[in-house]
């Protein structure tokens, strides 16, 4: 096994739009929640998907995710997204994500997001930035 790289936690609070009639959050919505402690995981490396795109037409596309819902999260819950990454290979990660109540650490939902990078011309994965691959030599 790799070695992980622990990203700081990223923070968020559960609104009316992510809940249904009864105040829970659809199961979806933890996807949401995922995806932008990893969005904001690539910011606060200065790694720009913008970039990325333009530049050389690549992107970080999610090749499986695998959930398991412990609790429900309910309107107005402030929420901890726990991110750590273990780079498998130069064009592939996997994130092992959580999401709990902030108030008392209730685990809400786990996941592992597999994450490829890939030159959307070609189809085809192509490594990392170098600026991704440098974080897990530390």
């Known amino acids: 096994m790799n070695p992980r790289f622990k990203h700081k936690d990223f923070y968020c609070k559960v609104y009316v739009e992510d809940t249904d009639f009864q105040g829970v959050v659809y199961h979806a919505n ?61 064009a592939r990660t996997i994130f092992f994500q959580s999401i709990l109540n902030s108030k008392n650490d209730t685990l809400i939902c786990k996941g592992e997001v597999e994450v490829c990078f890939i030159n959307n011309d070609k189809g085809k994965p192509k490594a990392f930035p170098l600026g991704l691959l440098k974080l897990f030599k530390n």
């Open 30 to 90: 933890y996807l949401k929640y995922f995806e932008r402690a990893r969005s904001q995981f690539l910011i606060d490396n200065s790694l720009s998907q913008i970039d990325a795109m333009s530049e050389s037409n690549d992107s970080y596309v999610v090749k499986s995710i695998n959930l398991s819902y412990h609790h429900p999260a309910v309107l107005e819950d402030d929420l901890t997204v726990c991110t750590e990454i273990e780079l498998v290979s130069k």
